[in-house]
Antibody, heavy 126, light 110 residues
Framework: QVQLQESGPGLVKPSQTLSLTCTVS??????????WTWIRQPAGKGLEYIGR???????NYNPSLKSRVTISIDASKNQFSLKLSSVTAADTAVYYC??????????????????WGKGTTVTVSS | QSVLTQPPSVSAAPGQKVTISCSGS????????VSWYQQLPGSAPKLLIYDNNKRPSGIPDRFSGSKSGTSATLGISGLLTGDEADYYC???????????FGGGTKLTVL
């Protein structure tokens, strides 16, 4: 059974770069047709899609964050990572990594997150 | 402001049935599939429904999903106190090229 675990600093200073890693266990990050996704949730608020990377290397980022986000995969370590630059207090949130399935089915596109990490809290503060 | 619209809260008694609505547009729900997630207090979201009405292995059939036009509905029957959680709908938005979510609905089992 695939499991995901986020890791990284819990405190980041304003204007610096937030860096998180998601370690995949119980399966290979390179096997199957999955997207590897990052989602965040500010305290007491809803879910926000950050972006995803496909096993082929293609990426998709939320336009609202695109200029600051980079998602990458290190298949040798079975990990994928998130970098968010020039952070502000508005980037304070719980960050989740997730495995996602997505494709066209009968002309409609499906995309859902079927395995989630437990989340890691990142606070942006000096 | 979330792209998909959900009621902030719903409540019902144990054993009863509740429905949670999710309203969108032609660029998301109207032309793409809907998924639903359950977030228990202090926990990560968990996939409940995908492809509008399919349940992952291990999700009881008390949970159901449906879609009509640009709206979707999550149904939960035989409510248990353990069902108290926040529920989120999600869908791909073809215009924005992102996954969009509802603002979440807090279920209280009285």
């Amino acid at each position: 059974q695939v499991q995901l675990q986020e890791s990284g600093p819990g405190l980041v200073k304003p204007s610096q770069t937030l860096s998180l890693t998601c370690t995949v266990s119980g399966g290979s990050i390179s096997s199957g047709s999955y997207y590897w996704t990052w989602i965040r949730q500010p305290a007491g608020k809803g879910l926000e899609y950050i972006g995803r990377m496909y096993t082929s290397g293609s990426t998709n980022y939320n336009p609202s964050l695109k200029s600051r986000v980079t998602i990458s995969i290190d298949a040798s370590k079975n990990q994928f990572s998130l970098k968010l630059s020039s952070v502000t207090a508005a980037d304070t949130a719980v960050y989740y990594c997730a495995r996602s399935a997505g494709s066209y089915l009968s002309y409609y596109f499906y995309y859902y997150m079927d395995v989630w990490g437990k989340g890691t809290t990142v606070t942006v503060s000096s | 402001q979330s792209v998909l619209t959900q009621p902030p809260s719903v409540s019902a008694a144990p054993g009863q049935k509740v429905t949670i609505s999710c309203s969108g547009s032609s660029s998301n729900i109207g032309n793409n599939y809907v998924s639903w997630y359950q977030q228990l207090p202090g926990s990560a979201p968990k996939l409940l429904i995908y492809d509008n009405n399919k349940r992952p292995s291990g999700i009881p059939d008390r949970f159901s999903g449906s879609k009509s036009g640009t709206s979707a509905t999550l149904g939960i029957s035989g409510l248990l106190t353990g069902d108290e959680a926040d529920y989120y709908c999600g869908s791909w938005d073809s215009s924005l090229s992102v996954v969009v979510f509802g603002g979440g609905t807090k279920l209280t089992v009285l």
